[in-house]
């Protein structure tokens, strides 16, 4: 009796040890550490952490600027980067369901910038923005490529959108692929011999069937856009003026730049928050939508 | 979806915008691989034409300058370490969790899956207090090591969906015929896994290949340099030499493009079945 309970914990500590181990190294003692440092005035250099209570939430609150203004760009860049990467993402999946020749090769094309990191995109778009734009401006003479795309705020936004699209729209459409390709094909033969035309086929078939992808496609680009910081780092370095700097860079920028390790902490806690809601909310939504389907 | 209709000129127009909006969409690869070869003065001159003369000098240079040898190799040796380990700890772990529901395992399922939510930013400066502290820093298999502590809430996550779905019968069988329980793992169910693995390894390559800032923060010296930290570090250095940067941007995005175009059937269906279970 006595060995079977030690080998059964033998076994345990074999199949799960490791991972618990690495996984409580580097992810929950980093964490509870974090919330330990945002109350402190913590810098990295000296030895002396001290106690500060809740300092550092006030400041951030009540006296910087750069932070609030970085969540800003942040949530303007995620609503406007969610809302378009999916719907260009469908619009894409929609019309390679159709039985195109090429569908398989235009499907691998559209899916490759996603296999690229951010940090590398940002480079290769920072020249195509810099001096590709300029020569396609030369040779059509359309004022839309010869705006200075990184050196003003309101194009740089957009710089960093259209990007943002380029890299992951390709991405969900896989996802969106998939889900259209399991729309039952009884259901739209039905339909056609009933005479519904393609739009209200798509409007009230298709699109309320694949909804269980909108909402895993929703919850990917959310994710992706909030915590940004490849993309922008290469691409603009959060310039000019500061204007596209995520907040992601603003915790790293403040913790590694300005050495206020213990005011970066509390930014980062702000941050898993505000993720954190973000996030359960959405599973909520999603768990919902599966039900239904 | 697709057998409903059948090829018509509908469709024959559908297709001729789609090439030509696919083509519209690689006009940035266009432009990187064109002015990679050319002159600094042809380049500046007009991007968007061939190149007058082929200078493949510029990779030469850029390979040098980036030592682009030893960055291919350590990120190779990242990826592939991180994700051999990754999916063995990982696979036996959700194993685990799933065939003995103990109040323990179940506590430690639920530490997983809330872990997903923890953004990379959130942790990341007391990340770089604690593996300075044991000595992970400055090398190769210290980010192994993180990459394994980032990777498991996922890893195990999608492995234990999987497990679920795995007959009980099977491994009943094996008990019977007096297979160990670490028989019963290896010789029985790890096969059984093919496709998660599959899916767990593609997601994580892309994650762990293409990762910049974790490097960033945990090695230092030259010569550990990943691939993006290479990049990053001839950005900061030769600003605006563009006929050095698009070069060694090529020679960046060359082994992950000839992985994806070699892979691309496990890829799409990796996102796929890790998108539904994630």
Request: glycine letters at 6%.
């Amino acid at each position: 009796m006595n060995r079977t309970k030690a080998s059964r914990l033998l076994q345990q500590l074999i199949f799960v040890g490791p991972s618990t181990l690495f996984f409580a190294l580097i992810m929950i003692i980093p964490f509870l550490l974090g919330l330990y440092y945002s109350f402190t005035n913590w810098n990295g250099v000296s030895s002396q952490v001290q106690w500060v209570g809740l300092d550092n939430f006030i400041t951030i609150f009540t006296n910087d600027t750069k932070f609030r203004d970085a969540f800003w760009f942040t949530t303007r860049f995620t609503v406007l980067g969610v809302l378009l990467t999916n719907v260009l993402g469908f619009f894409l999946a929609y019309l390679l369901t159709k039985p195109l020749k090429t569908r398989n090769v235009l499907r691998t094309l559209f899916f490759m910038p996603n296999v690229i990191g951010g940090l590398l995109l940002g480079f290769i778009w920072q020249f195509i923005f810099v001096k590709s734009f300029a020569a396609i401006g030369d040779l059509t003479n359309l004022a839309f490529f010869n705006l200075p795309w990184l050196g003003t705020k309101g194009t740089a936004f957009w710089a960093i959108v259209i990007v943002f699209v380029w890299q992951t729209a390709g991405y969900l459409m896989v996802i969106y692929i998939s889900s259209l390709n399991n729309v039952p094909k009884d259901i739209l033969e039905a339909a056609e011999i009933d005479g519904a035309s393609r739009g209200q086929i798509l409007r009230s078939i298709i699109i309320p069937l694949v909804m269980p992808a909108v909402t895993v496609c929703l919850f990917l680009a959310i994710s992706w856009s909030f915590k940004m910081f490849d993309l922008n780092l290469s691409l603009t370095k959060g310039g000019p003026f500061g204007s596209t700097e995520s907040v992601a860079m603003n915790i790293y920028y403040e913790a590694f730049t300005n050495n206020r390790l213990g005011l970066g902490t509390a930014k980062a806690v702000i941050f898993f928050v505000v993720v954190a809601i973000i996030t359960s909310l959405q599973v909520r939504f999603t768990k919902r939508k599966e039900v239904e389907a | 979806m697709d057998t409903v209709r059948k090829y018509r000129a509908g469709t024959f127009v559908t297709e001729i915008i789609m090439i030509i909006a696919a083509l519209i969409f690689l006009i940035p690869f266009y432009f990187l691989f064109v002015n990679s070869v050319k002159t600094f003065g042809d380049l500046l001159r007009d991007s968007a034409a061939w190149p007058s003369a082929m200078e493949w000098g510029n990779y030469a240079r850029a390979w040098t300058t980036i030592n682009f040898t030893a960055a291919f190799w350590n990120s190779v040796i990242v990826t592939v370490a991180s994700n051999l380990l990754l999916a063995l700890i990982s696979s036996m772990t959700a194993y685990q969790l799933v065939r003995r529901d103990s109040r323990f395992n179940r506590l430690l399922f639920a530490l997983f899956v809330a872990a997903m939510v923890i953004p990379f930013q959130s942790i990341m400066i007391p990340l770089v207090k604690v593996t300075a502290a044991i000595g992970l820093t400055n090398s190769l298999p210290g980010l192994i090591v993180c990459y394994l502590g980032f990777g498991v809430p996922l890893s195990v996550f999608l492995f234990h969906g999987f497990t679920k779905s795995i007959p009980l019968e099977i491994e009943e069988a094996a008990t019977v015929d007096g297979s160990s329980p670490y028989g019963v793992f290896f010789r029985i169910v790890f096969p059984l896994m093919k496709p998660m693995f599959v899916t767990v390894i593609i997601l994580n390559t892309l994650w762990i290949w293409n990762d910049y800032l974790l490097p960033s923060l945990i090695l230092s010296s030259e010569h550990l340099r990943t691939i993006p930290i290479a990049t990053f570090a001839l950005f900061g250095q030769y600003t605006k030499q563009w006929d050095l940067a698009l070069p060694a941007l090529v020679l960046g995005i060359l082994p992950i493009i000839l992985f994806f175009l070699l892979m691309q059937k496990y890829i799409i269906e990796g996102i796929t079945s890790g998108a539904v279970k994630g």
